[in-house]
């Protein structure tokens, strides 16, 4: 066993810390604050190679392993965790999705523009009546000559303004349940496909959110990913990867959080002395400390057992779980020891609680993870 990172994961850290402070962390707070979605910045990360990390080069991406993703988008989402969320979904929700599914021609078409960030990916699976139960889908693909018509509404689509392509599941036949779901690639701007506002949310402000459209959306049957019937297959071991990534921009809100609390408990004089001299705060620095080490450990597993091609759903739901409630612990822990002037805006640690708060929701809530840990360790 060997917990040593190598030269290239040491420089990619660097890389991504570097970035991320001198670049990302000047706007952060008034991008949070006015919901401003970080188009230059997420230009500088695909010249980084950071939105097509563990793509092959072959098809754009730098050909890195998963060790490296989550190290990156730690560092990332330790600044902004809304950059990192528009990272981890165009690496690992959509870019690895097609590279394990899609056919040489979708490859050809639109892995090569998303593995270098030259274009945005979306991943669209959840509706209104179709969260946790994804299968519940209504969103229908109707089979017509060589095409299929598409029609539903899709909700919650991180990346939904901002990207350029789609992927998105859709009922083949709709008698067959899970069964009958089929996975495809659409473009933006296709006739009958429209999106929604900006949803208006509590943190990642400055990633999009939003409804998505389809009204007899035609979509030639080349756009199909997979075979029709496999696209809860796809949406589920694609989503096993997405959960490392949510894993990794959770540790690194948790890590900002501890970061910020030794640094104003060290600077905040009350009765006298510096916070930091106070058993109370040391405590609470040294659980959020014991935390994070044991999330990274987790995140660094289940990364390496994917690396490995070894089943790692069961590591990747332990690691979004576990980091995500120790952001959620860390980041409320570091307002408390902020006091008032972390509940104001310009503190810039009431952002961390907020964004801590999705990573218990999203791509699968820690209530899931709990369902696929659990189904995978009685069976
Ligand atoms: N990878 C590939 N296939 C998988 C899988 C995985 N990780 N997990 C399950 N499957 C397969 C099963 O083997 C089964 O196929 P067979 O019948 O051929 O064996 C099929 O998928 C259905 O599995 P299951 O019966 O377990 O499905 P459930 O409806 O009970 O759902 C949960 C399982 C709850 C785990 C799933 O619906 C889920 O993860 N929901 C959350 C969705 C989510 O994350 N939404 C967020 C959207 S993105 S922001």
């Given at each position: 066993m060997n917990f040593k990172l190598s030269e290239e994961q040491l420089l990619i850290q660097k890389t991504a810390k570097e970035f991320a402070e001198t670049e990302l962390a000047p706007g952060v707070v008034e991008r949070d604050e006015k919901k401003i979605w970080p188009k230059e910045f997420i230009c500088k990360m695909s010249q980084l190679g950071f939105?097509?990390?563990?793509?092959?080069?072959?098809?754009?991406?730098?050909?890195?392993?998963?060790?490296?993703?989550?190290?990156?988008?730690?560092?990332?989402?330790?600044?902004?965790?809304?950059?990192?969320?528009?990272?981890?979904?165009?690496?690992?929700?959509?870019?690895?999705?097609?590279?394990?599914?899609g056919s040489d021609y979708i490859k050809k078409k639109y892995l090569n523009l998303l593995a270098t960030?030259?274009?945005?990916?979306?991943?669209?699976?959840?509706?209104?009546?179709?969260?946790?139960?994804?299968?519940?889908?209504?969103?229908?693909?109707?089979?017509?000559?060589?095409?299929?018509?598409?029609?539903?509404?899709?909700?919650?689509?991180?990346n939904g303004i901002n990207s350029d392509f789609v992927i998105l599941f859709a009922m083949t036949e709709k008698e067959l349940g899970y069964k009958g779901i089929s996975c495809f690639i659409i473009e933006k701007g296709w006739d009958g496909f429209d999106v929604g506002h900006p949803e208006n949310k509590l943190g990642i402000r400055s990633s999009d959110t939003c409804e998505l459209y389809f009204d007899k959306v035609k979509v030639p049957e080349s756009n199909l990913i997979g075979s029709e019937g496999q696209g809860f297959k796809i949406a589920l071991s694609t989503l096993d990867g997405g959960r490392i990534g949510i894993a990794a921009q959770a540790l690194g809100i948790a890590q900002a959080s501890l970061d910020a609390s030794i640094s104003y408990s060290k600077q905040r004089i009350q009765f006298k002395k510096p916070l930091s001299e106070n058993q109370a705060i040391q405590y609470k620095i040294s659980d959020m400390a014991i935390e994070i080490e044991a999330a990274r450990l987790l995140v660094w597993k289940a990364a390496?057992?994917?690396?490995?091609?070894?089943?790692f759903s069961h590591l990747a739901s332990m690691a979004?779980?576990?980091?995500?409630?120790?952001?959620?612990?860390?980041?409320?822990?570091?307002v408390q020891i902020h006091g008032g002037y972390g509940y104001m805006r310009e503190s810039g640690v009431e952002r961390l609680m907020r964004d801590a708060k999705i990573t218990q929701i999203y791509e699968g809530t820690s209530e899931i993870q709990r369902v696929v840990i659990g189904r995978s360790i009685l069976k």
């Open positions: 939105m097509g990390m563990m793509t092959s080069s072959d098809w754009g991406g730098e050909s890195l392993d998963t060790i490296s993703y989550a190290i990156a988008l730690e560092e990332i989402s330790r600044v902004d965790a809304s950059a990192g969320v528009v990272m981890s979904v165009n690496n690992s929700l959509v870019c690895s999705l097609l590279e394990k599914f960030g030259e274009k945005i990916g979306a991943f669209s699976l959840s509706e209104p009546q179709a969260g946790s139960d994804a299968s519940n889908m209504k969103t229908s693909a109707v089979k017509k000559d060589d095409y299929y018509e598409i029609t539903g509404i899709k909700n919650w689509v991180t390496w057992k994917k690396d490995q091609k070894q089943n979004k779980v576990y980091s995500s409630e120790v952001a959620m612990k860390a980041s409320t822990q570091c």
